[in-house]
């Protein structure tokens, strides 16, 4: 039988955004998908305007679709964009601009569907982290950074609204080949002290991506945690995976010489 319930997807124009709202669209879910640029409705998937960095539009966003659906279920926030550079290289504007966009766009949208999921004391939210919110990568710092404050945040909410009625998980994908990598952003300050590490790093990054799995096993986690009853808080999706686990139990001075290997930061 079809699900049935009402479901927003941020970042539903392609990659796990695009994946996940085809999937649960298939699976007989309600599903709207966001994008920057207003859609037609694509394959099953109902298409809303969102600019993330908005709180106007985040708003008029869901308000749009408690109009045409009357309830919104499930929050699945995919939205977000990479930003290259090492630390000293990024402006404080530019993380700012990246935290809006990776951070403070997942906390937007929960505080425009809570109200709703509130009344109802129901819903379910997901958040998309990364494994990089654990194990950031060098010179793509603020990534990881924003990702471990979403992690942060799920957990703390979690505990908040449970006793309403609301579901939170967090999924942390590995790397998986998707248009992540092509379409992020440029520090615009390079230090030329780092530019051979920071070569190093990208290069490898760029393999891992090359390298990466199917972005569907991410769809169908995504998939796999809403139609879970009782979901956990955090699920780790990828290869990448077996670092979070060995960061438990193995001491950093072992872990450190691993992942400075990893990225070919020493040549």
């Not at 308000?63 to 290259?84: K, M, S, Y």
């Not at 799920?154 to 309403?164: F, I």
């Not at 530019?195 to 393999?207: K, M, T, V």
């Not at 670092?243 to 290997?261: D, N, T």
Request: hydrophobic share 40%.
């Amino acid at each position: 039988m079809p699900d049935g319930r009402v479901v927003l997807v941020t970042g539903a124009s392609s990659g796990f955004g695009q994946l996940t709202a085809s999937m649960l669209s298939a699976r007989g879910f309600r599903v709207f998908g966001t994008s920057r640029r207003p859609l037609d409705n694509q394959g099953g998937v109902e298409t809303l305007q969102l600019e993330i960095t908005s709180n106007e539009s985040a708003s008029n966003c869901v308000a749009e679709l408690l109009e045409r659906a009357g309830r919104i279920d499930v929050l699945v926030n995919n939205a977000g964009q990479v930003l290259t550079g090492g630390i000293e290289e990024t402006s404080i504007e530019e993380a700012k601009a990246h935290f809006d966009s990776n951070f403070f766009g997942a906390v937007r949208m929960v505080n425009a569907v809570l109200p709703d999921m509130r009344k109802r004391r129901s819903g379910q939210i997901v958040n998309v982290a990364s494994v990089s919110g654990t194990f950031p990568v060098p010179f793509e710092g603020y990534y990881g950074i924003a990702k471990a404050a979403l992690m942060a945040y799920s957990d703390v909410l979690r505990q908040e609204v449970k006793a309403l009625g609301i579901k939170v998980s967090v999924i942390e994908p590995g790397f998986f080949k998707t248009q992540l990598a092509s379409k992020r952003l440029q520090a615009a300050n390079k230090i030329s002290d780092y530019d051979d590490e920071r070569r190093r790093a990208q290069e490898a990054l760029e393999g891992y991506f090359n390298e990466g799995g199917d972005p569907g096993k991410v769809a169908e986690a995504i998939t796999k945690i809403i139609e879970n009853p009782s979901p956990k808080l955090h699920y780790v999706v990828g290869k990448e995976g077996v670092y979070v686990s060995l960061k438990r139990i193995m001491p950093a001075s072992v872990m450190e010489p691993q992942l400075r290997k990893h990225w070919h930061l020493d040549g």
